[in-house]
C-alpha cells in the first residue's frame, strides 16, 4: 500500500502556470481523507485543540513540542485509516486524543504528576459528550510507557486506544525517536553515555518516572525505545514499527562502534 500511488492536481505557489499532475502516495490521500472524516463531525474542537496545543505547548523543547503531538495526531490518522476505523465520531476521539495527549505531561509540570486539568476543561468548553469526554481522558491518562512498564494491563484496550498508543510510539522510534531523545536529554543535561552508568532492569512506574536518578540518552533506547516494538497493539503499528527499530538498532552499534574508537 505505501507503493501505490495516485495522481493528483498541485500549482506551486506564486506560479501562473497551468498545473500539473503530481504522483502521491495513496497512504497520504487516505490519510488526508480520513483527517477531513474527523474533522467534520467537530471542525471546531479540532481546530481549538490545535490552538490548545500549540500555546501549551510552546516553549517545550523539540522532544515534546506542538510538532510533536501534530506527528502523532496524523500518525494516529494514518494507522485508523489501516485499520479500518472510518466513522467520523470514532475519528474524532482518535484525533482529540492524538492531539492533546501530552498537554499535561508530568515531565513538564512542577510537582512531576500528570495534570489533567486543562484538557478536561477544554473537553467541556466545547461541548463533547460526558462519554466523549471520559474516553479521551481515558486514552491519554493511560497510555504513557509508564502505565505499562511493569507489563501489567487493567484492562483490555480499544481500538481507539490502541491506535493513539501506537502513534505515539511510533514517534519515539526511528529517526525521529533517535532525534527526540537526544534533544531530550540535552535539555536535562544527560550526558550522552556513559559506560559506568548501566541500563537500568525491571523498572517500576516509580523509577521510571524519578527525575533524581542520574541517566544517560544511550541508555533511553535500553531502558524503552528498543522495547516498543514488541509493544504495538495494531497490525499496522507492528508493520511500521519494525522498520523504525531496525533503523535504531544500526544507529546505537554504530554509536558503540565510534564511542569506542572501533570505527
Known amino acids: ?12 505557489p506564486g506560479s501562473s502556470s497551468t ?5 502521491a502516495p495513496c497512504s497520504f490521500l487516505h490519510t488526508a481523507h480520513i483527517k477531513m472524516a474527523a474533522a467534520a463531525a467537530n ?30 495526531r496524523d500518525l494516529a490518522l494514518s494507522l485508523a485509516a489501516e485499520q479500518g476505523l472510518s466513522s467520523p465520531d470514532r475519528l474524532l476521539i482518535v484525533e482529540l486524543a492524538a492531539l492533546l495527549h501530552d498537554v499535561g505531561d508530568y515531565k513538564y509540570t512542577k510537582d512531576n504528576a500528570e495534570d489533567m486539568s486543562i484538557v478536561e476543561r477544554f473537553l ?7 462519554g466523549q469526554r471520559e474516553e479521551i ?17 487493567n484492562a483490555e484496550p480499544t481500538l481507539e486506544f490502541a491506535i493513539v498508543q501506537d502513534a505515539d510510539r511510533l514517534d519515539a522510534i526511528g529517526a525521529i525517536g533517535i532525534a527526540r531523545c537526544f534533544t531530550y536529554g540535552g535539555s536535562k543535561n544527560s550526558s550522552l553515555h556513559d559506560p559506568k552508568v548501566l541500563p537500568r532492569d525491571n523498572l517500576s512506574k516509580e523509577k521510571y518516572m524519578s527525575k533524581e536518578e542520574k ?7 535500553h531502558e524503552k525505545l528498543f522495547k516498543l516494538k514488541d509493544m504495538m497493539k495494531t497490525e499496522a503499528g ?26
Not at 238 to 255: D, I, L, P, T
Request: net charge neutral; proline share 1%.
Open 238 to 263: 507492528k508493520r511500521r514499527a519494525e522498520k523504525r527499530h531496525k533503523f535504531m538498532e544500526n544507529f546505537v552499534s554504530e554509536f558503540y562502534e565510534e564511542w569506542s574508537g572501533r570505527a
Open 137 to 153: 481522558v481515558a486514552i491519554i491518562t493511560g497510555m504513557g510507557f509508564k502505565n505499562e512498564v511493569s507489563k501489567k494491563l
Open 124 to 130: 467541556e468548553e466545547v461541548g463533547l459528550e460526558e
Open 1 to 12: 500500500m505505501l507503493h501505490a500511488r495516485a495522481l493528483f492536481l498541485c500549482q506551486c
Open 43 to 72: 471542525p471546531a474542537a479540532v481546530r481549538r485543540a490545535e490552538e490548545v496545543v500549540e500555546r501549551e505547548m510552546s516553549g517545550r523543547d523539540a522532544s515534546h513540542d506542538a510538532a510533536h503531538a501534530l506527528r502523532v
Open 19 to 23: 498545473a500539473r499532475l503530481v504522483a
Open 215 to 221: 541517566q544517560t540518552s544511550i541508555n533511553h533506547f
